[in-house]
């Protein structure tokens, strides 16, 4: 069993950028919905001036950190997760249905990533929890439950949100698809709270455990 502090901070660090990249990101987006909304919402010229005006330069360097921030986070929550999946397995919790690999795997395979990673948490926060000695009263809630059903509702607004952007023949139909990546970036700050607090959760209760196997194991020469 190892510590995933390290690992942990890192994701914590780049949860935190990224929360206070998608407000500015949010204040841009509300100001080109404005700007959208004084147009005419009759077709615009097929020429790429008229998309560099819609995003505006701020607008793609706020984009362009927030995909760099976000695949920084992407990989060291993989990371994080398949190290407190398998520090369960290694703790000899025997309610495991699936091989640590699958914190990893579960978010790569095309409709199973819907319903995978949710699952495989699931497994890593009840087997932390069991192994924790955590009574059931401290934790009502599921927080896993509330992690994944944010981030679904985050990237299904922002799907639809590029969408839509990518169909849009006039100013009209760009404000709208600017709308839902409005609402986006907005439940994305729930979202980024809720990881937070499980991401920190997970570490603490596995770190007490490493500490008390620690003091507790005969030391041998």
């Not at 995933?4 to 914590?12: F, H, K, P, Q």
């Not at 407190?84 to 395979?109: D, P, Q």
Request: with cysteine; charged share 15%; hydrophobic share 50%.
């Amino acid at each position: 069993m190892k510590s995933a502090r390290n690992l942990a901070r890192i994701v914590c660090a780049t949860l935190i950028a990224l929360a206070l990249l998608r407000i500015v990101d949010m204040v841009l987006t509300y100001f080109r919905m404005q700007s959208l909304h004084e147009r005419p919402h009759g077709v615009w010229p097929s020429t790429q001036g008229s998309w560099d005006d819609v995003l505006d330069a701020p607008s793609r360097l706020v984009s362009m950190v927030l995909l760099a921030l976000s695949i920084v986070c992407y990989i060291a929550f993989l990371a994080w997760f398949y190290r407190i999946h398998r520090n369960v397995a290694e703790s000899g919790y025997k309610k495991m249905t699936y091989t640590s690999g699958w914190a990893i795997g579960s978010f790569l395979i095309p409709f199973f990533n819907l319903i995978l990673p949710y699952l495989v948490m699931k497994e890593a926060w009840e087997g932390t929890r069991f192994l924790a000695k955590l009574p059931q009263s401290q934790t009502p809630r599921n927080p896993v439950w509330d992690w994944w059903g944010l981030t679904l509702l985050q990237f299904s607004l922002g799907l639809i949100s590029l969408v839509l952007l990518s169909r849009a023949t006039n100013f009209g139909e760009a404000e709208r698809a600017f709308s839902f990546g409005f609402f986006s970036k907005l439940f994305g700050i729930p979202a980024t709270i809720v990881a937070l607090s499980l991401v920190r959760l997970i570490t603490g209760l596995q770190d007490d455990m490493l500490a008390e196997r620690t003091y507790t194991e005969p030391t041998t020469k």
